[in-house]
Every structure is written in C-alpha cells, then in structure tokens.
C-alpha cells in the first residue's frame, strides 16, 4: 500500500453535484495539503492543516471546503463547481510543518476531476 | 514574478544519454531548499532529490544529481543514463527558510526518453 492513497481516482461530475474526494496517509505524518494541478500552469497549494488544524486557505472559491477529521485523512467536498476547476487535485502529507527548509512532501496519485 | 522557472516546457532524449533539465528561482532568503519531483503518467508526485541553500555540494541520488550554482540562482536536475522509465514530468520546487512556508512549484518539463 502506497504512502498516501487517494480516492476516487476519475471522478466526473455536473455543476450542481456534490461529491468528496479523500486522502488517506499511512506515514505517521502530522501535516496535510491539498494541491491543484490544471494543464500547463503550476501547482497551486489550495489548503494546509497541521495536527488537524487549518493552517492556510490559498484563497480557495468556498465551493471547494477540506475537512480533515485526524492526522491521517483529508476530505475535499466539493458543491456546484465550474468546468474551469475540472483539473488534478493532489493530496501530499509532510511529517509536519517544520521551520526547515529540507521537509519534503510525499504526494499521492491524485484525482481527475472533470466537471460538465 | 515567479518564483521557480522551468524554461524548457519539453524534452527529449535517446536511452542512455544524460540529459539536464533547467531551473532557476528567486528568492530573498538566506535559508531555502530546493526539490526535483518525477510525476509518471499515473499521476503521483515522486520526490527524487533536494538541495540546500548552504550546502557546498551539490546533491546526487543514485542517477539523478543536482547543478547547483548559488550565484546564478539555478538548480538544474542531471539524469545520466537517461531509462525509457524516466519518460515523465518534472518539476522544481522551492521552500524558503524562516517559517512555516510550503512548496512553490515551477511549471514542470516533459521529458520523453526514445529507445
């Protein structure tokens, strides 16, 4: 079982839907993110939460809302997107938030969302 | 401004030839990390190497080692040996020092290995 899995891995939904995406990190980690990844531009850190406390929300729209109920699962719900956010959306842990520059993130494969 | 630059938005390289992969980046700190992930076709990033700002010399990980030039503020990732396996994308990234800052990420680069 691969480090930090996540689920569903296709998920293709109409605008007025609601569905979640989860993570789940089976590395002891206390730090958890979430990342999206649409074509040719960066990854753009959405949301952080350190020992199940939020942390940082990048100016994420609020019809994406994370929830994270422990130090090992990460939810993203999502509710009546926009086909602009049909895109990558990567889940990463790091042991936590350390003030050093060397914590690297281990990610999982993420989800392909498609919005219709 | 960006942060990290990755000019080259494709490559290509025969099997086992080396092939160096371009970044540079901009900061103001004294205390920063940088990071080279592998992202296959299936979609997970996979961590291949760091370098620190105050580290002398520069990083090396099996296949994979890192041309750091401080001065220029470039990290640029060799793969030697290039693998039909190293098909994929590739992205710097780069944490500054003093705080609890997360990863900013360049735009990545395609590089396709042929037999």
């Known amino acids: 079982e691969t480090g930090v899995t996540q689920t569903p891995r296709h998920l293709v939904m109409g605008m007025t839907n609601k569905k979640s995406l989860k993570c789940e990190q089976h590395?002891?980690?206390?730090?958890m993110y979430w990342y999206k990844q649409s074509a040719k531009k960066p990854l753009e850190l959405m949301f952080v939460y350190n020992f199940k406390e939020q942390t940082e929300n990048n100016s994420v729209p609020s019809r994406f809302s994370p929830e994270c109920p422990n130090s090992s699962h990460l939810f993203l719900h999502l509710h009546t997107l926009q086909p602009e956010d049909s895109a990558l959306y990567l889940c990463?842990?790091?042991?936590?938030?350390?003030?050093?520059?060397?914590?690297?993130?281990?990610f999982g494969s993420g989800t392909q969302l498609s919005v219709l | 401004a960006q942060k990290i630059t990755q000019t080259q938005p494709g490559m290509f390289v025969q099997e086992k030839e080396a092939v160096t992969l371009d970044c540079t980046y901009d900061?103001?700190?004294?205390?920063?990390?940088l990071f080279w992930y592998k992202q296959p076709s299936s979609g997970e990033m996979i961590f291949l190497i760091y370098q620190g700002s105050y580290d002398e010399q520069n990083a090396t990980e099996g296949r994979y080692s890192l041309n750091f030039q401080k001065a220029r503020k470039s990290a640029n990732l060799v793969i030697s040996a290039s693998q039909l396996g190293d098909s994929a994308m590739y992205f710097c990234?780069?944490?500054?020092?003093?705080?609890?800052?997360?990863?900013?990420f360049g735009k990545g680069t395609m590089l396709l290995v042929s037999p």
């Open positions: 590395l002891g980690h206390n730090a």
């Open positions: 900061t103001s700190d004294q205390s920063y990390g």
């Open positions: 990234a780069m944490r500054e020092g003093g705080g609890y800052s997360t990863l900013t």
């Open positions: 990463a842990s790091s042991q936590d938030l350390s003030p050093h520059p060397n914590e690297k993130l281990f």
